[in-house]
């Protein structure tokens, strides 16, 4: 049988209905916000490992949950799915001028390019400023725009972008390559200064924030997502000590027992191997 999207949204109606599921009838919108987040980066797992399967089927988990918290806003009478889908299709419509209006774009690369003051960039950050959530910001700092509830990183990121939208901001990456450097040099510092009668954790924390901080600030000028980039590290590490566990025990060994000389020869051999392999 195929369902549509309908069937989805009558589908959780029954959930929530008197005769429904006893746990769906009970969440709220707090209740639910932390399987969304999971439900999202379950989605970025399957993304970055390009499984196409599971890609579609944690895009519907995603879906399951817009249209869950849809159906708790329908029966407190806020809103409901059908004013997410026309405040969603009246937005990409307003934003895109060039496409469904009569804006003309003669030249795509030049529209492309942020610099330019016509360009699709420029174009859409004034039909933002137009609308009425952002007209209400008038006044406000740029910061009030950062939510608070984004992970670490990724509000790190956004915190310099919105600082950079307001002219805030270096104009070449180089600066901000020194800069990061230069917050590494600050915290060696602090970490030299550590003795056994004061550890100084306090000072060390806070300069390490601050070359976290600078390191996202070139990866945001050097044009790509720090959290992403992080997670592509978290994931290569975990494949390589994956293979290194499996090699130490080919030797009939755990990894505890070998000694770290053999652990670094075994971590050299697992980057060779995940290198081959593409994985």
């Known amino acids: 049988m195929k369902y549509s999207f309908q069937d989805l949204v009558n589908i959780m109606a029954t959930l929530r209905s008197e005769n429904g599921c006893p746990w769906d009838r009970k969440q709220t919108h707090q209740s639910l916000l932390p399987y969304l987040v999971e439900e999202s980066h379950e989605y970025i797992d399957a993304a970055q490992a390009n499984d196409k399967v599971h890609m579609a089927e944690e895009l519907g988990d995603v879906l399951f949950q817009i249209v869950f918290h849809s159906q708790v806003a329908k029966e407190n009478g806020d809103f409901c799915i059908d004013d997410v889908v026309q405040g969603i299709c009246e937005k990409m419509i307003r934003r895109h001028p060039h496409v469904f209006g009569d804006v003309k774009v003669d030249n795509a690369e030049e529209f492309l390019d942020v610099n330019n003051p016509n360009g699709l960039r420029s174009r859409w950050e004034s039909i933002k400023a137009a609308e009425k959530n952002n007209q209400d910001m008038v006044g406000k700092s740029a910061m009030d725009k950062v939510s608070k509830s984004m992970p670490t990183l990724a509000r790190a990121q956004e ?28 915290f060696r510092t602090e970490m030299q200064a550590s003795t ?9 924390e806070d300069e390490f924030g601050d070359i976290l901080f600078s390191l996202v600030n070139v990866a945001r000028h050097c044009g790509f997502n720090a959290a992403l980039a992080l997670e592509r590290a978290n994931s ?44």
Do not use: H, Y
């Open 236 to 279: 290569k590490f975990e494949r390589r000590f994956r293979v290194v566990e499996n090699l130490a025990r080919a030797e009939g060994k755990e990894m505890k027992e070998e000694s770290p000389e053999r652990l670094q020869e075994l971590w050299r051999e697992a980057k060779k191997v995940t290198k081959s392999t593409n994985s």
């Open 159 to 186: 915190i310099q972008r919105r600082a950079a939208k307001v002219g805030f901001d270096w104009i070449e990456a180089e600066p901000v390559f020194d800069k990061a450097v230069e917050e590494f040099n600050e």
């Open 196 to 204: 056994a009668e004061c550890n100084n954790v306090d000072r060390m």
